[in-house]
């Protein structure tokens, strides 16, 4: 087989755990879902001194572009910074990302317990030009659900 991915054949969706599906949060222009892994090196004395390598897993970071095209992610922001200065709980979200390979397979996970934060409110507004926004999550373990 000779084909390969699109971006159009992923979609990521976002429903905050207390208020819902935040499925008109914009036109999300690009994501990225980085897994943090911890490198831990020994360079022992013994052993010829050849280094012994393990890793740690330490959650996915998600970071998205969004066009901003409604309020969504501006009362998401608000709601946010309430909730902490209120000193309630800490909002959780949970990401879903549907791949649809070239196989005609789907595979799909879940990125539950997230938290989100909006660290690009307005970036670069000019005039003629499209407003973007980013939003950004941490999840601390991801899911395969297909």
């Known amino acids: 087989m000779y084909g390969f991915g699109l971006g159009k054949e992923v ?4 429903e905050l755990d207390t208020v819902g599906s935040l499925a008109t949060v914009g036109l999300i222009k690009n994501f990225s879902v980085r897994q943090r892994t911890n490198l831990k090196v020994v360079k022992p004395v013994n052993n ?4 012994q390598a393990r890793t740690s897993e330490e959650g996915w970071d998600l970071e998205f572009t969004i066009t901003r095209q409604n309020g969504v992610l501006d009362k998401l922001a608000q709601l ?3 909730t902490f200065y209120a000193g309630k709980t800490q909002l959780y979200a ?3 990302e549907t791949i649809k390979n070239q196989d ?5 996970y879940k990125y539950p317990h997230s938290v989100v934060w909006v660290p ?3 970036a670069n507004v000019q005039q ?3 407003i973007d926004q980013s939003l950004n999550g941490f999840c601390p373990k991801r899911v395969q659900v297909k």
Do not use: K
């Open 11 to 14: 979609t990521m969706d976002l």
């Open 48 to 51: 010829g001194g050849v280094p």
């Open 80 to 82: 946010l910074q309430d």
């Open 94 to 96: 949970t990401f879903t």
């Open 104 to 108: 005609g397979t789907i595979d799909q």
């Open 120 to 122: 690009n409110h307005l």
């Open 128 to 130: 003629d030009e499209e």
